[in-house]
């Protein structure tokens, strides 16, 4: 038996900085996005997962991947002891200026901009650098506010 995933991501960078969120149950910061509702467009919900972790508006500038992994049941948070097939639809997006809101009970407890130059600082999960890795594109030239 094997459970799957799908989940749609953005890369918002701006200034140098990327922006995270705080995945509550692994621990680790990860890119703003989750997982599609039945019969939702990957694109419709990284725009909606975006604002529901962060409060920002986001437009999708460009699919960067698509990227499968699976992960052994012993190695599942949830204690299921099923695997999990997750195929992570990758988007290049980019934020409409304002102030971060933090998700109330949802899977992501904190966001925040973190510097590119930082990311070593902090626990992520591989999601982040995979996307870095896909986005060969200079970062953009926007700014915070």
């Known amino acids: 038996m094997t459970d799957i995933r799908i989940g749609a991501y953005g890369v918002i960078i701006v200034d140098g900085s990327i922006l995270l969120t705080h995945w509550h149950d692994g621990g680790a910061w990860t890119l703003p996005g989750g997982g599609l509702e039945l019969g939702e467009e990957p694109t419709e919900a990284a725009i909606r997962e975006i604002r529901e972790e962060t409060g920002l508006t986001a437009s999708l500038e460009r699919l960067l ?73 200079e970062p953009p030239t926007g700014s915070l506010g």
């Not at 980019?94 to 009970?105: K, Q």
């Not at 966001?111 to 594109?137: F, I, N, Q, S």
Request: no cysteine.
């Open 65 to 137: 991947g698509i990227h499968t992994v699976v992960i052994p049941g012993e190695r599942r948070l949830n204690g299921s002891g099923v695997a999990l097939h997750a195929m992570r639809v990758v988007y290049r997006a980019s934020v409409e200026p304002g102030e971060l809101v933090i998700e109330v009970d949802g899977s992501s407890d904190d966001a925040r901009w973190v510097p590119l130059t930082a990311l070593g600082d902090l626990p992520v999960v591989d999601l982040v650098h995979l996307a870095l890795e896909l986005d060969r594109r």
